[in-house]
């Protein structure tokens, strides 16, 4: 059996990286795991192939997410993997697949689509416990739905804060140029993406955080990780579980049957 997993989206962000450290958890234990996608940055980070050289078997389990199908493509079980809300609403989708993923049981809610819950693969991360730089970190997609502009007037206003860092990629030019641009100064510095999420926490106090609705909330565990302190939007918190391999291998390995 190979599971193929294939993404409409495979650039930088949460839906990607969770993808990656789920492949590679499969492969390290005895499954035959690929992503499919369109973009170049999973190449190096887990076997990974562009879904130009996608070839379905019926022996295959698919594992499709922000993809617009709407038949089985002739494979043994097809497993529709979730991690938006607004963004993919599963109800305008025509029910072909087997299955569906979520991460989080407020995301399940959000759609009012039965499914199972199994959260995302948590970084390895260290808390290094040296700090107090007085830094602030901003960490996220660049866009209107992370609300970067609001999470920088709230660091602005800690006294402890004396220097914010911005990270992430710039997903909407337009919000940056608008919002954050004008926002930057000597002490608030747009940083790009941070590939070593290790290195970028060991920098920081204090992590803001004022996304308008979260499915699974990385940057809120990777805080707790690390040691880092987090300044998120309670109203907007999905309160998502977090759990360790050995529990999502045993997940998958019953939604994959």
Known sequence: MKIKFLSGWTDIGGSTIAFIRLV???????????????????????????????VFK?????????????????????????????????????????????????????????????????????????????VAGIVGSIDPHKQIHKSVERALNDPNVSRVEIYGKISDPDYFNNKVLPLLSNNVVYCGIAYNLQKMYDELDVVYHSSLRETFNYIKTECALTGVRYEGLPENDPKAEYWDNEKILEAWKTLLQ
């Open 58 to 134: 019926p022996t295959d389990v698919l594992v499709h997410h922000f993809t617009k199908l709407d038949k089985n493509p002739g494979v043994r079980k097809v497993i529709l993997s979730c991690h938006e809300t607004n963004l993919f609403p599963i109800k305008e989708i025509k029910p072909f697949y087997d299955k569906v993923h979520f991460v989080s049981e407020f995301q399940k809610n959000w759609h009012e689509v039965d499914g199972v819950v199994i959260p995302n693969v948590l970084p390895n991360l260290i808390n290094r416990k040296c700090r107090r730089t007085g």
């Open 24 to 54: 590679n958890l499969l492969n390290e234990n005895g499954f035959d795991a690929t992503l499919y996608g369109n973009s170049e940055y999973p190449n190096g980070r887990c076997k990974y192939k562009l879904f130009t050289e996608l």
